[in-house]
């Protein structure tokens, strides 16, 4: 008796378990998880009804796809087509403002597309984290922290169901099969991060929130992507009408009582980032402006490459400011930023960007407060009475330094008739003495009292008695704050070469800088609107284009005492030069 009640009761069982098995959403989920880095576990696999993917499925995409959201369908489109035959149409998630979502009946989402399932399975991914997942015969989910997180999850994606693979160059390694799915399989990586406590002054940045006052989608995702690349931590987004209370980073919101609204210099392009008392303020006009002004932050207070306990020190006083130039540029973002205080009231800064493509850009800057040095104009042999020859800067300031000046830094100035009479092109006054007229340009210059000024030919008679020092430009390529004259269309203004620009912060400091160009494995050059980008960047509101190509120069002092070329001159030599503009100390 009691065998055949064993032999009945498993026959039940048995039952059971067929029943269960007939729909999808009864079977138990395959579940990949890896709670450490880098390490994935898989539980074993429970039976449960298989189905095939049809021409019915659409691939969904957002409506404003990131380019690697758009690199995740294409790459679906193809490893489906291979692996099952089909060619699975593609949307975006479009709706029309204030109207219901509604899905299609087949679809699989890619990225972080307005639908519930993606949604609901990206909310706790960090920036590198990713997974995927068939929800149901309806619905499967294909998504990452961050656009390039969902390229890796659309990769696994298709290698462990469908067995298809490509290389690096898209070359195909693997055709794949067309499997059974089953619903309720689910992929999920999460990636550790080396930052293990990061710290705004005094407090983890898990204790802030961003608080919006832009409703600009794509700036606050830069924030909220960018914090997590670094350590982790997806902060919430709080509406500035929502806002209460505790330590935030406040986007578009200004300051109580009017902030960087009230700047004298706050154009409608420029951007402010300021603190006070342990929060941030992201200030612009424009969404484009902050946008740019999300990626600085970023880069300023979120550090790449180190690991363990970070403290980013919070002051007051500090102000870092920028400018979104609007045509003409090249996408240059920051990657590298290293400054050092090269003697009282001077900073030396190396600044290396990529542009839209990766490539490099590199940019030398020195920075001169009001009275920390005077800025003067270097000829051959340090003599007014030079005009018409030409000399190296090397060798310029050699000869400043035999006639007993200080020389900390020097750079290549006006246009040249190279070849010919090499006379400067527009003005040139050193030590007070007119040397040559404006030729209609513009110009750079510092009066009697230590001023940095700059201007047109009409600008020049209200100063020609008043500069001790100034050298002819090509344009001038900020003013009051905004670019001016940038004439973007002309071949000189696109065209990247290797740049030197002059200009001045709100607060006198005098910025004299060099972008090195046409080397492609080490600096690829800046147009005008790229150095107006640059210069606005590094805090300027006034600049003027000085000569550039082979003659772009930047030499300065080394710790040994010695006048060393930081830059890589495109002619793969100094070239020598009618004039330039050396950082002399007291």
Same mark, same amino acid.
């Given at each position: 008796m009691k065998?055949?009640?064993?032999r009945?009761?498993?026959?039940?069982?048995?039952a059971?378990?067929?029943?269960?098995?007939?729909?999808?959403?009864?079977?138990?989920?395959?579940?990949t998880t890896?709670?450490?880095?880098?390490?994935?576990?898989?539980?074993?696999?429970?039976?449960?009804?298989?189905?095939?993917?049809?021409?019915?499925?659409?691939?969904?995409?957002?409506?404003?796809s990131?380019?690697?959201?758009?690199?995740?369908?294409?790459?679906?489109?193809?490893?489906?087509?291979?692996?099952?035959?089909?060619?699975?149409?593609?949307?975006?998630?479009?709706?029309?403002?204030?109207?219901?979502?509604?899905?299609e009946k087949?679809?699989?989402?890619?990225?972080a597309?307005?639908?519930? &399932?993606?949604?609901?399975a990206?909310?706790?991914?960090t920036?590198?984290?990713?997974?995927?997942?068939?929800v149901?015969?309806?619905?499967?989910v294909i998504?990452?922290?961050?656009?390039?997180?969902?390229?890796?999850?659309?990769k696994?994606?298709?290698?462990?169901?469908?067995?298809y693979?490509?290389?690096?160059?898209?070359?195909?390694?693997?055709?794949?099969?067309?499997?059974?799915?089953?619903?309720?399989?689910?992929?999920?990586?999460?990636?550790?991060?080396?930052?293990?406590?990061?710290?705004?002054?005094?407090?983890?940045?898990?204790?802030?929130s961003?608080?919006d006052?832009? *409703?600009?989608?794509k700036?606050?995702? *830069?924030l909220?992507?960018?914090?997590?690349?670094v350590?982790?931590?997806?902060?919430?987004?709080?509406?500035?009408?929502?806002?209460?209370?505790?330590?935030?980073?406040?986007?578009?919101?200004?300051?109580?009582?009017?902030?960087?609204?009230?700047?004298?210099y706050?154009?409608?392009?420029?951007?402010?980032?300021?603190?006070?008392?342990?929060?941030?303020?992201?200030d612009?006009?424009?969404?484009?402006?902050?946008?740019?002004?999300?990626?600085?932050?970023?880069?300023?207070?979120?550090?790449l490459?180190?690991?363990?306990?970070?403290?980013?020190?919070?002051s007051?006083?500090?102000?870092?400011?920028?400018?979104?130039?609007?045509?003409?540029t090249?996408g240059?973002v920051?990657?590298?930023?290293?400054?050092?205080?090269?003697?009282?009231g001077?900073v030396?800064?190396?600044?290396?960007?990529?542009d839209?493509?990766?490539?490099?850009?590199?940019?030398?800057?020195?920075?001169v407060? *009001?009275?920390?040095?005077t800025?003067?104009?270097?000829?051959?042999?340090?003599?007014?009475?030079?005009?018409?020859?030409?000399?190296?800067?090397?060798?310029?300031l050699?000869?400043?330094?035999?006639?007993?000046?200080n020389?900390?830094?020097?750079?290549?100035?006006?246009?040249?008739?190279?070849?010919?009479?090499?006379? /400067?092109?527009?003005?040139?006054?050193? &030590?007070?003495?007119?040397?040559?007229?404006?030729?209609?340009?513009?110009?750079?210059?510092?009066?009697?009292?230590g001023d940095?000024?700059?201007?047109?030919?009409?600008?020049?008679?209200?100063?020609?008695?008043?500069?001790t020092?100034?050298?002819?430009?090509?344009?001038?390529?900020?003013?009051?704050?905004?670019?001016?004259?940038l004439?973007?269309?002309?071949?000189?203004?696109?065209?990247?070469?290797p740049?030197?620009?002059?200009g001045?912060t709100?607060d006198?400091?005098?910025?004299?800088?060099v972008? &090195?160009?046409?080397?492609?494995?080490?600096?690829?050059?800046?147009?005008?609107? &790229?150095?107006?980008?640059? /210069?606005?960047?590094?805090?300027?509101?006034?600049a003027?284009?000085?000569?550039?190509?082979?003659?772009?120069?930047?030499?300065?002092?080394?710790?040994?005492g010695?006048l060393v070329?930081?830059?890589?001159?495109s002619?793969?030599?100094?070239?020598?030069?009618?004039?330039?503009?050396?950082?002399?100390?007291?």
């Amino acid at each position: 008796m009691k065998d055949n009640f064993k032999r009945l009761l498993s026959l039940f069982l048995l039952a059971c378990t067929l029943l269960g098995a007939v729909s999808c959403t009864g079977g138990v989920a395959e579940e990949t998880t890896s709670p450490t880095t880098n390490a994935i576990t898989e539980t074993p696999e429970t039976e449960a009804l298989g189905f095939k993917l049809t021409a019915e499925y659409k691939l969904v995409r957002p409506d404003e796809s990131a380019a690697e959201e758009v690199k995740a369908l294409q790459l679906l489109s193809r490893g489906i087509e291979s692996a099952c035959g089909i060619r699975l149409p593609m949307a975006t998630d479009f709706t029309r403002k204030g109207a219901e979502v509604v899905p299609e009946k087949y679809e699989i989402l890619i990225g972080a597309t307005n639908r519930a &399932d993606s949604i609901s399975a990206s909310e706790s991914l960090t920036y590198y984290d990713w997974t995927y997942k068939i929800v149901s015969e309806n619905v499967i989910v294909i998504c990452g922290g961050s656009p390039e997180s969902t390229v890796t999850a659309a990769k696994s994606f298709l290698k462990d169901i469908f067995g298809y693979e490509e290389d690096e160059d898209g070359n195909v390694i693997s055709k794949g099969t067309a499997p059974d799915l089953k619903c309720g399989v689910e992929f999920l990586y999460n990636n550790g991060y080396p930052i293990t406590s990061l710290k705004l002054g005094e407090r983890e940045i898990s204790e802030y929130s961003i608080v919006d006052a832009s *409703k600009n989608g794509k700036g606050i995702e *830069k924030l909220v992507q960018g914090i997590s690349r670094v350590c982790g931590v997806n902060l919430p987004v709080v509406p500035i009408s929502d806002y209460k209370s505790g330590p935030a980073i406040f986007y578009g919101c200004g300051k109580s009582g009017g902030g960087n609204g009230e700047h004298e210099y706050f154009t409608n392009n420029r951007y402010f980032i300021t603190e006070s008392d342990g929060n941030i303020f992201i200030d612009f006009k424009s969404d484009s402006a902050g946008e740019v002004a999300a990626e600085r932050f970023i880069f300023e207070y979120m550090p790449l490459g180190v690991s363990g306990e970070y403290k980013i020190e919070l002051s007051n006083a500090r102000e870092i400011s920028g400018l979104r130039v609007s045509s003409g540029t090249n996408g240059l973002v920051p990657t590298d930023w290293i400054s050092n205080e090269v003697a009282p009231g001077i900073v030396y800064t190396e600044i290396i960007y990529e542009d839209k493509d990766g490539a490099p850009v590199r940019a030398y800057a020195i920075s001169v407060k *009001k009275g920390s040095a005077t800025i003067q104009t270097t000829m051959p042999s340090d003599s007014a009475d030079k005009i018409g020859t030409v000399a190296k800067m090397s060798n310029q300031l050699s000869a400043a330094v035999s006639n007993g000046k200080n020389v900390l830094a020097g750079v290549n100035a006006d246009f040249f008739d190279m070849g010919g009479t090499n006379v /400067m092109r527009g003005l040139c006054i050193k &030590d007070g003495k007119l040397i040559s007229g404006t030729g209609g340009r513009p110009w750079f210059g510092i009066t009697h009292e230590g001023d940095a000024v700059m201007g047109t030919e009409d600008d020049y008679a209200t100063y020609k008695d008043k500069l001790t020092t100034a050298v002819g430009a090509s344009h001038v390529i900020l003013k009051n704050g905004a670019t001016d004259n940038l004439a973007t269309s002309t071949e000189f203004s696109y065209t990247r070469h290797p740049r030197t620009a002059a200009g001045v912060t709100a607060d006198g400091t005098v910025v004299l800088i060099v972008v &090195d160009g046409r080397q492609p494995s080490v600096s690829n050059g800046a147009s005008l609107a &790229d150095l107006a980008y640059i /210069m606005a960047s590094l805090g300027c509101v006034d600049a003027v284009n000085l000569d550039g190509g082979g003659s772009s120069t930047f030499i300065l002092k080394n710790e040994q005492g010695n006048l060393v070329t930081e830059n890589s001159p495109s002619g793969g030599t100094l070239r020598a030069v009618a004039n330039g503009l050396m950082v002399v100390l007291p």
